[in-house]
């Protein structure tokens, strides 16, 4: 597997590799998974 192909998150949010020369930008589920998480958070925090 190279790189390229790797999309996830950690337990402290959304990430991306990027390589060593920031070959690589976030792809749609990365992206996805942002957008979800800035929607998430405030309605956790008003609880």
Known sequence: ?????VSGGSPYGPS??????????PN????????KLGIELPRLHEN
């Open 16 to 25: 991306t590799i990027a390589g060593p020369k920031v070959e690589k930008t």
């Open 1 to 5: 597997m190279r790189y390229r192909e």
């Open 28 to 35: 749609d589920n990365e992206l996805s998974f942002s957008k």
